[in-house]
């Protein structure tokens, strides 16, 4: 053992646990704080035998236990915890010394978090972690921001514990300033609600319309994962569907249809509406799971709401071709949208994202880790610039390519009464973005109507604003005019 520790490790639950023995299995030395002491205690004796891990059994021993500048790292649950233990460290660290928050915490947390740590004369850094249990103990992907000086302090043991890409390029880069990096992990769990949502709605469709068993979708699954499709979250779905339960039968036919969730899904949302960004699949992917888990009063009224019975005739072979262009296609929707939220919180916040560099930090490690980031890397390594994937050549022509099963899908969908949420919001965002005339005109008209909110013209420049007295009774004075 060294006589001073890499890096300090406080939480020793599961990813904590995990983070620990990668970072240990890579060469360092790390010293671990539970507030509940029997953690560190059957850790020591259980995972960590033998291993360069130090057990520490107080704030004060974990932070003189390590090398200078410390770095002590928080996996904690988010929220209060974690300011309790950052006023808890603050006395017992020394100007140029580390706090990493590696929760899931909400990004504005970390803008505040960052600038109270500064002024104490220390460096923080938040940092998404992606990957869960596995990705945590055997490569996850890193998304860290805050304090830049930190950065060269942090990198080498962020980016040895990483997943690596085939080129062994890590799935960790700097990604900006104060909150930068907790709000990408928030825009990517906001993804990862997105593709599980429109991966459910493609199950409902063969499951509920086509009626095929689990075994048959296991098997559609399983070719989709070894072509363009191919990703973690269609190669767990393959396996979940073959798997059986102690009697045989598909484990997945009998899990209650209530969904969970922990919130970054709906921050995202939040987000979306706080910086105008239409991020409509991912919404429509969190409000399903708000319907799904009102599952006792969708039984009552299943008994008294009917709709059509869902019946197929055409080519069932087609027809499943059609779902996975529904599924790439919608895919293709949910990471722009995505990424224009990220362009849009970079304008706001005054943050330099490198794009590219996160598809390459999402390409391993992490839940929504696919083939198709490379093509996003792409995309923006040839246009930095690009406002929207969909206007780059490789996403124009797979989207319009996939044009017609989306929509055969859609249609089928909702002639027989199976619910595609994410799927149709994914197509009515595409035919808006690409609609040369909106009939926004109207709204602005009704708008200006009721409360005299003033319109823009067509036959004048833009920023000159007008209003009517539609009904000859109201007068000349209009509101004034913002935009949210």
Not at 125 to 137: K, M, N, P
Not at 208 to 219: G, K, P, T
Request: with cysteine.
């Amino acid at each position: 053992m060294n006589k001073f520790s890499d890096i300090g490790l406080i939480g020793l639950a599961v990813m904590g646990e995990n983070l620990v023995l990668n970072m240990e299995s890579k060469g360092f030395q790390v010293s671990v704080y539970n507030r509940s002491d029997r953690k560190v205690v059957d850790f020591l004796a259980g995972r960590a035998k033998g291993k360069k891990i130090i057990g520490t059994h107080s704030i004060e021993e974990l932070v003189g236990s390590l090398a200078r500048p410390r770095k002590v790292m928080l996996m904690i649950k988010a929220g209060s915890a974690v300011d309790e233990m950052i006023e808890t460290l603050i006395p017992h660290l020394s100007p140029g010394d580390i706090i990493i928050d590696g929760g899931n915490t909400h990004f504005p947390d970390t803008n505040r978090r960052t600038a109270l740590v500064e002024s104490k004369g220390l460096l923080y850094i938040g940092t998404g972690v992606s990957g869960g249990e596995e990705g945590a103990l055997l490569g996850p992907s890193l998304m860290p921001g805050g304090s830049k000086a930190a950065w060269p302090f942090v990198k080498p043991i962020f980016q040895a514990i990483a997943a690596k890409v085939d080129d062994g390029t890590p799935c960790c880069d700097w990604v900006g300033e104060n909150g930068a990096g907790h709000f990408v992990k928030m825009v990517h769990n906001g993804i990862e609600y997105g593709d599980m949502q429109l991966i459910t709605e493609a199950y409902q469709i063969l499951r509920d319309l086509l009626h095929l068993s689990a075994d048959e979708m296991h098997l559609i699954f399983k070719e989709w994962n070894e072509e363009e499709l191919n990703s973690y979250l269609i190669e767990i779905t393959r396996d979940i569907l073959a798997y059986k339960d102690t009697d045989g039968k598909p484990l997945v036919d009998k899990i209650l249809d209530t969904a969970g969730q922990k919130g970054t899904g709906k921050w995202t949302a939040i987000a979306a509406l706080d910086l105008g960004m239409p991020l409509t699949l991912i919404g429509e992917a969190v409000f399903s799971r708000c319907l799904s888990a009102i599952k006792q009063e969708r039984v009552q009224a299943s008994k008294i709401l009917h709709g059509p019975a869902p019946k197929f005739t055409g080519d069932k072979v087609k027809f499943i071709n059609d779902i996975k262009d529904a599924l790439y296609a919608s895919k293709i929707v949910s990471y722009a949208q995505g990424y224009a939220l990220m362009q849009a919180a970079a304008q706001e916040y005054k943050w330099k994202l490198n794009y590219g560099g996160i598809a390459l930090m999402w390409r391993g490690g992490c839940i929504i880790r696919s083939a198709f980031l490379s093509k996003i890397k792409e995309a923006f390594d040839n246009n930095p610039s690009i406002t929207n994937l969909l206007l780059d050549p490789f996403f124009k022509e797979k989207i319009e390519k996939a044009q017609t099963g989306w929509r055969n899908v859609v249609s089928a969908a909702v002639t027989n009464g199976i619910p595609v949420p994410a799927i149709s919001s994914a197509l009515g965002y595409f035919d808006g973005y690409r609609c040369e005339k909106l009939p926004a005109n109207l709204l602005q008209a009704q708008r200006d109507y009721f409360g005299a909110h003033t319109y823009e013209r067509t036959d004048k420049p833009r920023g000159e604003f007008f209003h009517t007295n539609w009904t000859g009774r109201g007068g000349t004075t209009s509101s004034s005019t913002y935009n949210v």
